[in-house]
């Protein structure tokens, strides 16, 4: 079930709350201040691995007439593109690595190889996403417009189609991200302004049309008689890259533990409260630093929508005192084996397929403190029956 208020799901004081706030901040302060050569090195050796993965892969599918070759020509390419979307593409558009005032990887300059337009991409992730985190009615990447990932949404028979959806998206998921912008559900509504949908459109149209004579023309042209081999490890490596990348996203906030919560949680919503919801709203996974790296340091997903502005390479650092404060406040800290954790998110996809079934009060999740005040027959209620919360909104 979705809930109302972050403090009253975990039963924190207005004090504690804001205590809270103020140690997220001392943490952001610390890195900012620290941010330096070692990180700007850490970037650049990425971006340099990068594009020796995308040239060996490119330059191994001229023999791509030989099955081992095409094999290790597209692994390489889906890798680099991998690298690109995740590592690079991804963090340098939430503002990252601006500190380092290198035109190169400056959000206002990075175009990713991928079918969604930069600039509609940091609009529905970077504000709609970040800032309505896991917001039922606001965040349109509950689902991405195309599958049920809440009891609080209402079933329908389409939802029935699930399986096919999930299977469909994962394959092509840039194509999904592609038209995340459009906000699809505001367009079944017709509540979309056609004038701004026609831009989109034409952004979109544009980016496609570079994506496409890149992977599938010019490319595969260069290999001359092995046209059809390249392009079909081309084709192959979007798919890789696609696959992966869905996998990490929807493991960030689906898992079980990740919670949902109505449009009342941001009336007069603090930038503490905020905090609050970011923690509550996301789910970590676990692994090496060669699977971080790969995913874009999301495996450290709690940590990204606290700062999701701040080098990722610091996010296992921040990690620590993030799931110290959360042990200290009692407040859930997600997190588990990647596997488990898209077990979790695909057994979601799965059942919410189906219409609910009958759920008592007492079976909805509470943080670890409120189980044990409920215990003492305490029940939750919701702001509305609590009176509002003062405090200006978060601009976060």
Known sequence: MAFADVREYTHLTDDEVEAIGRELDE???????????????????????????????????????FPPAWLLGTALLGSAKILENMELGHNAMHGQWDWMNDPEIHSSNWEWDTT????????????????????????NDIGYGILRMSRDQKWTPYNLGQPVYNALLAL?????????????????????????????????????????????????????????????????????????????????????????????????????????????????????????????????QIEHHLFPDLPSNRYAQISVKVKD???????????????????????????LSLPNKRTTENEAPTSPRAKRRLRDDERPTRRSELGKWSGAASTA
Not at 49 to 64: D, K, V
Not at 116 to 139: C, R
Not at 325 to 351: A, V
Request: aromatic share 12%; glycine share 8%.
């Open 27 to 65: 943490i952001r302060a610390e890195v900012e201040a620290s941010r330096g050569q070692p990180d700007r090195d850490y970037i650049l050796r990425v971006i340099t691995l990068q594009r020796r993965l995308a040239a060996a892969g490119r330059i191994t599918l001229f023999a791509s007439f």
């Open 116 to 139: 969604q337009p930069a600039e509609q991409w940091k609009h529905s992730h970077n504000y709609i996403h970040h800032q309505f985190t896991n917001v039922l009615g606001h965040d």
């Open 172 to 300: 092509f998921f840039e194509w999904g991200v592609a038209l995340h912008d459009l906000d699809i559900e505001a367009i079944r509504k017709r509540e979309k302004d056609p004038k701004l949908l026609k831009k989109q459109l034409k952004q979109i149209g544009n980016k496609v049309g570079k994506q496409s004579l890149k992977d599938y023309v010019i490319y595969p042209a260069l290999t001359g008689p092995f046209f059809l081999q390249t392009l079909t490890a081309n084709f192959t490596a979007n798919i890789i890259r696609n696959l992966w990348t869905y996998g990490i996203i929807f493991c960030g906030h689906f898992p079980d533990g990740a919670v949902h919560f109505t449009e009342e949680e941001l009336e007069d919503e603090t930038r503490a409260e905020w905090y609050l919801r970011q923690m509550l709203g996301s789910a970590n996974f676990e692994g090496g630093k060669l699977l971080h790296i790969m995913s874009g340091q999301l495996g450290y």
């Open 325 to 351: 404060i959360c042990k200290r406040y009692d407040i859930p800290y997600t997190t588990g084996p990647l596997y488990k954790q898209y077990g979790q998110t695909f057994r979601t996809i799965m059942k």
